[in-house]
């Protein structure tokens, strides 16, 4: 007698998406003014050319990571007619929680009402949420989960250092998350994750707590040009590598949403694949770069504005500090 066929392996698919973004705006103009009063010398020619951002949503006082993440995952249920208590993961991608413990997805879980869910942070930096995609992705293949809320969510701007205009420029605060649930049509096709620690020292927040003190330097640390190489090389290996995994080529990917670091690195990334900037979703120059929630955010916006369309290829990708990278190739 043959065995009886098991039943097809759950597929992790995208229900809703939803973005919180601190109400105010700060343009070029703006914050080259502000910089000015500090003796720190920047210029909209300058941002604009060397990284294509234009504003960025900073958080007032008071606001923290938890209440973007909060909002961010509000959008995210109602976009998907979902319930907080039907969600049995919440993972939380942040490298700026607010505070040490309980995590931020473990505060989300409390306010969302999420009772029993399984609750944690990664930090991952700016790779953050591809590592939790992948992550919920593989939790929902194994059959131990079915609905995972997962969240980029940060306010960079209080790691910053202000007199630093090769960084502080760069950055901007907000969530994004997206509702993950267990289905059997094309949802997540492949996903991959990895990290080079040996590379470390070239992003860096190296400060931590010390018997009662913050010790050593809190703000964030960047060799610029050394970051631009390796995330141009990273993208293109991690696309080619979910791509061969799903059997496509990258002619076949409807939409390209990296991280949004810098958008000649977003144009290096394409011109690599071979695919027109027009294919690529991006929102540093509004945003600036969200770390975390940099893609969740880009991808929330392309969805909401109709380019992301359902049966279409998008290819979420990651680069940040640690280093880290990896890429989730998706069906929408
Ligand atoms: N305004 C004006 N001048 C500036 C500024 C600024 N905000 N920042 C730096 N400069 C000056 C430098 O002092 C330098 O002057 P000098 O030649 O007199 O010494 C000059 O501009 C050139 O500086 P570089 O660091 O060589 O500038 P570069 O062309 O490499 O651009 C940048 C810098 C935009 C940071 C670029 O290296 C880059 O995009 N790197 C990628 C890093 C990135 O995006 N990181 C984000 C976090 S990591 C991540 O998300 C993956």
Redesign the pocket.
């Known amino acids: 007698m043959p065995e009886p066929l098991s039943p097809a392996p759950p597929i992790a698919r995208v229900a809703g998406t939803g973005s919180a973004l601190p109400e105010r705006v700060v343009s070029n103009a703006e914050l080259v003014r502000e910089l000015a009063a500090r003796n720190v010398?920047?210029?909209d020619e300058?941002?604009v050319s060397?990284?294509g951002i234009r504003q960025r949503h900073l958080a007032a006082h008071g606001v923290g990571t938890v209440d973007l993440a909060e909002g961010a995952a509000r959008a995210a249920l109602n976009a998907a007619g979902a319930k907080a208590s039907s969600v049995d993961l919440l993972i939380v991608a942040t490298s700026t929680p607010d505070q040490v413990f309980p995590s931020t997805a473990c505060s989300v879980q409390a306010r969302l009402g999420a009772a029993g869910a399984a609750a944690f942070d990664i930090q991952a930096?700016?790779s953050g949420f591809v590592y939790a995609m992948s992550l919920a992705d593989a939790l929902i293949r194994t059959g131990s989960h079915r609905r995972a809320l997962v969240i980029g969510a940060e306010v960079y701007s209080r790691i910053l250092d202000w007199n630093d205009?090769?960084?502080?420029?760069?950055?901007g605060d907000g969530a994004g998350a997206v509702v993950l649930e267990a289905g059997t049509s094309p949802g997540i096709l492949a996903s991959r994750m990895h990290a080079d620690g040996a590379r470390g020292s070239i992003?860096t927040v190296a400060g931590r707590f010390n018997q009662g003190s913050a010790v050593g330097d809190p703000f964030?640390r960047?060799d610029?040009?050394a970051?631009?190489k390796l995330?141009v090389d990273v993208l293109e290996s991690s696309a080619r590598e979910v791509l061969a995994l799903a059997d496509l080529a990258p002619e076949q990917v409807d939409w390209l949403i990296p991280?949004q670091?810098?958008v000649?690195?977003l144009a290096a990334s394409a011109k690599r694949l071979g695919l027109p900037l027009e294919r690529v979703v991006v929102t540093v120059d509004r945003h600036g770069?969200t770390?975390a929630a940099?893609v969740p955010l880009a991808l929330d916006l392309a969805r909401s504005d109709g380019r992301v369309r359902p049966g279409q290829t998008v290819l979420l990708q990651g680069?940040?500090?640690g280093f880290t990278w990896g890429s989730v190739l998706l069906r929408m």
């Open positions: 010398e920047t210029s300058w941002i060397r990284t930096a700016c205009r090769s960084t502080c420029v760069l950055f992003l964030l960047m610029g040009k970051v631009f995330a991280h670091a810098n000649r690195i770069n770390s940099s680069v940040g500090g």
